[in-house]
């Protein structure tokens, strides 16, 4: 499976975004598509991840309840909503895809992903 990010951007605190994650290939290529960021100088940090058959998410602790996951089966795509962006969510995103679930939130972890789409920076000034 092929990934292309997209969507990121400056955008004031507080302010939103909207990233895309638009997968090609065959549909059995990938169960789990994962959103994750890297700002300079950190860890690659897993902020998301949605099981494409049961719809089942998972956010990591800093962006629940500001961050949504959502995918569209016609259009193969995975979004991720970001509200009330804050400084510290500047990074760059990636989305990754997985051909299998793995159990519970260890899918916000890289290790399991071997597929990786381009990274979309997103910039959240104060």
């Known amino acids: 499976v092929q990934l292309q990010a997209s969507g990121g951007g400056l955008v004031q605190a507080g302010g939103s975004l909207r990233l895309s994650c638009a997968a090609s290939g065959s549909s059995l290529d990938y169960q789990l598509i994962a959103w994750f960021r890297q700002a300079p100088g950190k860890e690659r940090e897993g902020v998301s991840c949605i099981s494409r058959g049961t719809g089942t998410t998972y956010f990591t602790d800093s962006v629940r309840g500001r961050f949504t996951i959502s995918r569209d089966g016609a259009k193969n795509t995975v979004y991720l909503q970001m509200n009330r962006l804050k400084p510290e969510d500047t990074a760059v995103y990636f989305c990754?895809?997985?051909?299998?679930?793995?159990?519970?939130?260890?899918?916000?972890?890289?290790?399991?992903?071997?597929?990786w789409g381009q990274g979309t920076q997103v910039t959240v000034s104060s």
């Open positions: 990754a895809a997985r051909a299998v679930r793995v159990p519970g939130r260890t899918c916000l972890n890289s290790m399991h992903y071997v597929n």
